[in-house]
Nanobody
Framework: QLQVVESGGGLVQPGGSLRLSCAASGFSLDYYAIGWFRQAPGKEREAVLCISSSGRITGYAHSVEGRFTISRDNARNTVYLQMNSLKPEDTAVYYC??????????????????WGQGTQVTVSS
């Protein structure tokens, strides 16, 4: 079964950090772009960061600039989202998704081939 699985979410205080992981099973991430998306209650799913198959990073959410970073470890078949200086407005379900089309990134949700089930991130004191 081809799937990606997120982990690492949880409850954190404002200013804290979390690292989310996106692990693939059944296929290699080497040729895929991996995007991190988030969806807050009552809002549309938005693209946050993406890393292409070649390692090029594209940021989509200006609100996370300087705070979130994305990286990939092909040997572990895993992509990470490091989130620092978290704010209450970062509270959302975070999803990772894999996109095969020439391994390039996109903010267009339907263009991704595999989605994880999501992991909840709650930033609150």
């Amino acid at each position: 079964q081809l799937q990606v699985v997120e982990s690492g979410g949880g409850l954190v205080q404002p200013g804290g950090s979390l690292r989310l992981s996106c692990a693939a099973s059944g296929f290699s991430l080497d040729y895929y772009a991996i995007g991190w998306f988030r969806q807050a209650p009552g809002k549309e799913r938005e693209a946050v960061l993406c890393i292409s198959s070649s390692g090029r990073i594209t940021g989509y959410a200006h609100s996370v600039e300087g705070r979130f970073t994305i990286s990939r470890d092909n040997a572990r078949n895993t992509v990470y989202l490091q989130m620092n200086s978290l704010k209450p407005e970062d509270t959302a379900v975070y999803y990772c998704a894999a996109r095969e089309i020439v391994g390039h990134c996109s903010a267009y949700v339907p263009s991704y081939d595999y989605w994880g089930q999501g992991t909840q991130v709650t930033v609150s004191s």
